[in-house]
């Protein structure tokens, strides 16, 4: 972690210090800025992963930073580090896409150091699909994996089911390089939900749900930023699109949702009840086969569901076995 530098921002010189020596342990290049204007020229000068800001400093307000900070170095993760009194500035900072998280003075060390691990990890994901390199898309996709041992090998075996639909489709081999990449970082966004919920070995309530919710965002986000495909994006963001509108995030029904989205959402489907979950043992493949045919034109485009299990019934006995293959 040592290649990666944190940045903290504010204007009072103690809380500087107790910033650093929270991280001081930790094995992360930690810079200090007593000033908006003096984190600008850092900013400028080094490759920062992660920037923390105070909002309320004289001068240039946090919120006025980051936001510049994004316009010189969009990569940079930029969190605000807010008074409750402030809370609806940090949310509209948030929405407009100029802050990844806010932290509440005062802070909690457990949360803050939680939020700086989560923007490093996803300045490493900006970074490794900025080089569109097909080993660094995997490796990520594994990586991401690891938050979760129930989907190890996930991203790889949808990535070979959703491409049995594609080769029956006749799709071009630079769409179905997409849609593999699309199947390999399509939970990408869920670096940043928290383990507590991915492993919840039990329903998620209501409130657990929102927030897995908010993965496809999270990771198109970090898609846009990358400059990945339109093809890609699209998987990532429409993937848990249902075809009866009742899907998320953006309830697209039919055709509407992109054809490579429908496709990896059947996919993508059938490996995760084929698999073990934290809350459930996996199905048959007899049994994913009926539960995905009960979900044609509800869930799944029909003409697509039924293309897929013509395919995986043409599979051979020792296909299934490396389709259905859960790494231990």
Request: with cysteine.
């Amino acid at each position: 972690m040592t290649d990666y530098a944190v940045l903290f921002v504010d204007d009072e010189q103690n809380i500087l210090n107790s910033l650093e020596r929270l991280f001081h342990d930790d094995e992360l290049k930690i810079l200090k800025a007593i000033s908006a204007e003096d984190a600008l020229e850092l900013v400028k000068n080094e490759e920062i992963a992660v920037l923390v800001s105070d909002n309320c400093m004289p001068g240039m307000k946090g919120v006025e930073l980051l936001s510049k900070v994004r316009d010189i170095s969009p990569d940079v993760v930029r969190v605000l580090m807010t008074a409750y009194a402030d809370l609806p500035v940090a949310m509209d900072a948030i929405n407009r896409g100029e802050v990844f998280r806010f932290i509440e003075k005062p802070w909690n060390n457990t949360v803050l150091k939680e939020t700086v691990y989560e923007g490093i990890s996803r300045f490493r994901i900006i970074k490794a699909l900025k080089s569109q390199d097909e080993s660094s898309m995997l490796s990520l996709a594994q990586t991401i994996e690891l938050k979760d041992k129930y989907t190890r090998g996930h991203c790889d075996r949808v990535a070979r089911y959703a491409l049995l639909i594609a080769d029956a489709l006749s799709l071009s081999e630079k769409t179905k390089k997409e849609i593999t990449y699309g199947s390999w970082l399509h939970d990408c966004g869920k670096i940043g939900i928290p383990d507590a919920i991915l492993n919840k070995p039990a329903k998620l309530n209501e409130e657990e749900f929102e927030l897995i919710k908010k993965h496809p965002a999270l990771g198109v986000d970090v898609a846009e930023k990358a400059h990945l495909s339109d093809v890609i994006r699209n998987i990532i963001l429409h993937h848990h699109e249902k075809y009866d509108g009742t899907g998320y995030p953006s309830g697209i029904k039919g055709k509407d949702i992109p054809l490579e989205a429908r496709i990896v959402a059947i996919a993508d489907c059938f490996d995760a009840v084929t698999s073990d979950r934290a809350y459930r043992k996996a199905y048959s493949m007899e049994e994913g086969i009926y539960l995905i045919l009960s979900l044609k034109n509800s869930c799944y485009d029909q003409e697509l569901v039924d293309i897929f299990i013509s395919c995986i019934k043409n599979l051979s006995q020792n296909e299934c076995a490396l389709a259905l293959e859960v790494t231990k």
